[in-house]
Nanobody
Framework: QVQLVESGGGAVQAGGSLRLSCAAS?????????MGWFRQVPGKEREFVAG????????NVADSVKGRFTISRDGAKMTVYLQMNSLKPEDTALYYC????????????WGQGTQVTVSS
């Protein structure tokens, strides 16, 4: 089954930290080569946050979170993480994990999303 399951969201005060996790099914793991985190606020477009290859050799982080967020992965657990430090109220959003298909080179597998709320 192709599947991504996010966890770790919640409510935190500004300056706090959260770590999001995204667990991939085996079928997802073996059919994809790149994992990404995105976020979306109601009424706005989905925004890319960070990406990483399953090999961990390539990472990319959006300028808006650079220096505060870190993406990592554990291939043995088929899990990708997003460590979020120094959170700001503007980081409040629904965070999605996504997988890029090796065949299509597009993000075509998405998780259900996990809410992050940062209060001032």
């Amino acid at each position: 089954q192709v599947q991504l399951v996010e966890s770790g969201g919640g409510a935190v005060q500004a300056g706090g930290s959260l770590r999001l996790s995204c667990a991939a099914s085996a079928r997802t793991f073996f059919s994809t080569n790149l994992m990404g985190w995105f976020r979306q606020v109601p009424g706005k477009e989905r925004e890319f946050v960070a990406g990483i290859t399953w090999q961990g050799s390539i990472t990319n982080v959006a300028d808006s979170v650079k220096g505060r967020f870190t993406i990592s992965r554990d291939g043995a657990k088929m899990t990708v993480y997003l460590q979020m430090n120094s959170l700001k109220p503007e980081d409040t959003a629904l965070y999605y994990c996504a997988a890029k298909s090796t065949a299509t080179q597009s993000y075509n597998i998405w998780g259900q999303g996990t809410q992050v709320t940062v209060s001032s």
